[in-house]
């Protein structure tokens, strides 16, 4: 009986008004809650890790980054530091780890002071989401009931006072039918639908996500490819890394427009820099696409059709490159798989097997240099430079990749340099040099490449600088 009570606790304040620290930080600006955060407090530290996990108030998603609040605020003992981790032990490099997501989530819900419980019941939405989380987390199905419903009512409080991550949970719910049957499921759906767009006015990229997949789906709204297509490269634009391949999905095959096989690879390309494995698979399929393909039929299924409760699955799962079935809705799409609805990988550099070795062309730097009509420009120069760098990781081709690197960058292109920051600071044919490293992505940083940028003060951090 006691564990009901400790549970519900919370609900009896579900409509006062919002007393916790977390009220705060939701309507405080981003450079405020950064300065808090600087200055030592731990909630802050917190609150400002699971805005970089969920991209809130603004923010490009960055798991580094919230790693970094996260740990800072659990040396503290902040319960928020305890359940960010949680969060990201689901998620590489931490994660997947069952184990670590139940222990964190347990440090922070068995705080001995209770924070979490107590500022929960005063009506902290930010609480009140990390409650909603924790009562619907199957790693701690063996010591504590999961009861969705409950987490629905902590979700759709904690919405209603502004927390874009529980509008996005509660538009999930609705849009799912995941408590069960309803008078008007189609009011449901547009509910969903109106939560979603809520959310998108707070900027967060898996509510772009979600409403794309509604459009796609009909879900809530009339069927639009091409606002799909939208609302898909803008949360990929968020760093939500599900919609990279969607994104790519959708230009290589033309689904919401004429196809465009260069786009496509552009966005396959970053899933990879990103960690997506199926990204590789990706790049060998457009690859082997007909310039001149038509644009496949896409086939949506039935509305009654059963969807799997399962992750996210980036792209239709054809494993054969070049297969150019006819796509359909189930192999682009999936149901979402509650908790949690933010399944990123972390930004990190992963090696895609199956990629053929290209030859390298000694002349090349030649041409390109001196402007032979017939060279490749810039940008074919530094994707040759990335099939080689992705190819079998040989010295021949590590070191015909940083030539090619070096050639475009030293023409201006901001990726080459970004490439030959991640050469030294990895070892990729050359020895470790972190200054060196430090030097080229500075370099592409100053010429506007974001994901350098970050890379770099990432780096500084780690260095104490």
Same mark, same amino acid.
């Given at each position: 009986m006691g564990k009901y009570i400790i549970y519900f606790l919370p609900i009896v304040a579900l409509y006062q008004v919002l007393y916790g620290s977390g009220s705060k930080w939701l309507a405080c600006e981003l450079s405020d809650l950064e300065e808090a955060a600087e200055s030592g407090d731990a909630y802050a530290m917190g609150y400002l890790s699971l805005c970089h996990l969920h991209g809130d108030k603004g923010l490009t998603i960055s798991l580094s980054e919230a790693r970094f609040h996260a740990e800072q605020s659990a040396r503290r003992g902040h319960w928020s530091g305890e359940f960010s981790l949680g969060c990201l032990s689901r998620l590489k490099?931490?994660? #997947?780890?069952?184990?670590?997501? &139940?222990?964190?989530?347990?440090?922070?819900?068995? =705080?001995?002071?209770?924070?979490?419980?107590?500022?929960?019941?005063?009506?902290? #939405?930010?609480?009140?989401?990390?409650?909603?989380?924790?009562?619907?987390? =199957?790693?701690?199905?063996?010591?504590?009931?999961?009861?969705?419903?409950?987490?629905?009512?902590?979700? +759709?409080?904690s919405a209603a006072a502004g927390y874009g991550p529980s509008k996005v949970q509660s538009a999930l719910i609705l849009l799912n039918g995941m408590l069960g049957s309803s008078a008007d499921e189609e009011a449901q759906r547009k509910q969903g639908v109106s939560l979603l767009s809520s959310a998108i006015e707070q900027?967060?990229?898996?509510?772009?996500?979600y409403l794309a997949r509604c459009y796609w789906e009909g879900n809530g709204i009339e069927q639009d490819? &091409?606002?799909?297509?939208?609302?898909?490269?803008?949360a990929a634009e968020g760093g939500f890394t599900p919609s990279l391949l969607i994104a790519a999905d959708f230009h290589a095959y033309g689904l919401a427009g004429p196809s465009n096989r260069k786009l496509a690879m552009e966005y396959a390309f970053r899933a990879v820099e990103m960690g997506v494995d199926e990204a590789r698979l990706k790049i060998s399929e457009y690859e082997n696409l007909d310039d001149e393909t038509s644009s496949p039929k896409v086939v949506v299924a039935d509305a009654t059709t059963p969807k799997p409760v399962d992750a996210d699955p980036l792209l239709? =799962?054809?494993?054969?490159?070049?297969?150019?079935?006819?796509?359909?809705?189930? =192999?682009l799409l999936s149901s979402i798989r509650l908790p949690p609805a933010y399944a990123h990988s972390e930004e990190k550099e992963a090696k895609p097997a199956g990629l053929a070795d290209v030859p390298f062309e000694a002349s090349l730097q030649?041409?390109? &240099?001196?402007?032979?009509?017939?060279? #490749?420009?810039?940008? +074919?120069?530094? +994707?040759? &430079?990335?099939?080689?760098?992705?190819?079998? +990781?040989?010295?021949?081709?590590?070191?015909?990749?940083?030539?090619?690197?070096?050639?475009?960058?030293?023409?201006?292109?901001?990726?080459?340099?970004?490439?030959?920051?991640?050469?030294?600071?990895?070892?990729?044919?050359?020895e470790k040099d972190v200054g060196q490293a430090m030097k080229w992505l500075q370099l592409a940083a100053d010429r506007g490449d974001a994901l350098a940028a970050k890379n770099l003060h990432s780096l500084k951090r780690i260095m104490g600088e």
């Open positions: 490099p931490l994660g #997947p780890d069952g184990a670590m997501v &139940a222990k964190r989530f347990l440090n922070a819900f068995r =705080d001995p002071d209770g924070q979490l419980v107590r500022e929960a019941a005063f009506g902290d #939405p930010f609480a009140m989401y990390a409650l909603a989380e924790i009562f619907s987390c =199957d790693e701690l199905k063996s010591v504590i009931e999961c009861d969705l419903k409950l987490a629905a009512r902590y979700y +759709e409080t900027k967060l990229p898996a509510a772009h996500h490819a &091409a606002m799909a297509l939208v609302h898909f490269q803008a239709s =799962d054809s494993s054969t490159p070049g297969n150019n079935r006819p796509i359909k809705e189930e =192999d030649t041409k390109v &240099a001196s402007n032979d009509s017939s060279a #490749p420009s810039v940008d +074919e120069t530094r +994707e040759h &430079a990335k099939r080689l760098y992705w190819s079998e +990781e040989t010295k021949a081709n590590l070191d015909d990749a940083r030539k090619l690197f070096l050639l475009a960058s030293n023409l201006g292109d901001a990726e080459s340099a970004r490439y030959l920051g991640l050469i030294h600071l990895k070892g990729k044919g050359v």
